[in-house]
């Protein structure tokens, strides 16, 4: 199976930025697209951001539309999200996940997932 590795995750000041990334260590032959969830206590995993494997269509949860932005690292090998604007509902644990879909509206990330990363932003 697919092995992710997740970073990037902090404690930061609302109004700041982090910087998360994801190394996958391969590709399931039915992998098209590769996004990220995030989950706190009590609460459903939900969907944040997505991208196709070719990197060209990208899909985004309305709360983090405009102030996240998820993007592939040919060089790295890695899908990165930088998350800017940060706000205190955006603390959660963060994980990096795949899909066989190519439809980003169809996007659950349940196909493969790593540990999570921990955002924590503070007022």
């Known amino acids: 199976q697919v092995q992710l590795v997740a970073s990037g995750g902090g404690m930061v000041q609302a109004g700041g930025s982090l910087r998360l990334s994801c190394l996958p260590s391969?590709?399931?032959?039915?992998?098209?697209?590769m996004g990220w969830l995030r989950q706190n206590p009590g609460k459903d995993r939900e969907f944040v951001a997505a991208?196709?494997?070719?990197?060209?269509?990208?899909d985004y949860a309305d709360s983090v539309r405009g102030r996240f932005t998820i993007s592939r690292d040919g060089a790295k090998s890695t899908v990165d999200l930088q998350m800017n604007s940060l706000k205190p509902e955006d603390t959660a644990v963060y994980y990096c996940?795949?899909?066989?879909?190519?439809?980003?509206?169809?996007?659950?990330?349940?196909?493969?997932w790593g540990k999570g990363t921990l955002v924590t932003v503070y007022l």
């Open positions: 996940t795949t899909d066989s879909t190519t439809d980003l509206k169809n996007f659950y990330g349940m196909d493969s």
């Open positions: 991208i196709t494997w070719n990197g060209q269509r990208t």
């Open positions: 391969g590709r399931n032959f039915d992998t098209e697209s």
